[in-house]
């Protein structure tokens, strides 16, 4: 990382100002070279725990370990240049309190370089928030479906639906009042999010919260096609990234198997020891 790509990158302030402005645009991302393909295209380039769904086939993130999150955030840290890179934490690295929460926090700042975390949670991290923030850690917090709670939630449901939009919007009201530059707003009704987003000074980062949020954010290997597990309403597919591979992988098996892989370009000549590989 150096110190021209740090000056370079967007601030959680900057993101904060586009409050009503032009739209933040947001991919995850968990590998170098998908960093340098979002980076250009993004404002804000999120290191999700859906990596441990998307990447390592883990049935939740709620196993994903920090171990895992700094991992991945240095390595999209050398693949962006110009987006603010925000790294979340993963479940029971923050929960316990305020000081357990800036204890991972700064790990995984001083670790990965990220500009700014991301939690789960609303009402019940708002001291959270207050803490970290305090002590030089920009948060964004996350709200409406939070992943990390499905257990609690009984499945990956819409979230503020009747009697529930109350919650959310105190959630909204909390982490804003709190200090988090925006806020992920994920799978709740369109008119929830628009009254949301109306009500607080903070950009909302929409994932299944309709239009009307300041933001979107997707998981990036389900917008390429890549993670075909199973896809949300919510998720537009821009490309069929995994059917493009699984033919060129069926062209190489094919290949290999008719022996027409490796072809004479592919192959080495005889020449002098020591020679100039080409
Ligand atoms: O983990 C993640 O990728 C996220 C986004 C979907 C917002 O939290």
Do not use: W
Not at 218 to 227: A, E, I, P, R, W
Request: glycine share 10%; aromatic share 6%.
């Amino acid at each position: 990382m150096s110190a021209t790509a740090q000056v370079k990158a967007l601030t959680p302030q900057a993101i904060a100002a586009r409050k009503g402005g032009a739209p933040v645009v947001c991919l995850t991302a968990y590998t170098t070279p998908v960093a340098r393909l979002v980076d250009p295209h993004c404002d804000l380039v999120l290191v999700g725990d859906s990596v441990g769904m998307v990447l390592h086939g883990l049935p939740s993130t709620l196993s994903v370990t920090l171990d895992m999150m700094i991992l991945h955030g240095q390595a999209v840290r050398r693949g962006i240049e110009k987006a603010l890179l925000v790294v979340d934490m993963p479940f029971g690295t923050y929960e316990e309190s305020p000081q357990q929460a800036f204890r991972n926090a700064a790990r995984l700042m001083a670790e990965t370089g990220c500009g700014a975390v991301k939690l789960e949670g609303g009402q019940s991290m708002a001291e959270t928030i207050r803490f970290l923030v305090a002590r030089g850690i920009p948060v964004m917090a996350h709200i409406g479906l939070t992943p990390q709670a499905v257990n609690a939630f009984g499945g990956y449901t819409v979230q503020g639906r009747g009697e529930g939009a109350d919650k959310v919007r105190a959630d909204a009201r909390a982490v804003a009042d709190a200090g988090a530059f925006s806020v992920v707003v994920e799978k709740i009704p369109e008119s929830l999010a628009r009254a949301i987003t109306g009500e607080i000074s903070i950009p909302t980062v929409g994932i299944g919260a309709s239009p009307a949020c300041d933001g979107q954010v997707l998981v990036v290997d389900d917008m390429l096609g890549l993670f075909t597990d199973f896809r949300p309403k919510f998720v537009k597919r821009y490309a069929e990234v995994g059917r493009i591979a699984d033919a060129a992988i069926a062209a190489y098996a094919a290949d290999v198997r008719e022996r027409r892989f490796p072809a004479a370009e592919h192959v080495f000549p005889d020449g002098p020891a020591g020679g100039i590989a080409a």
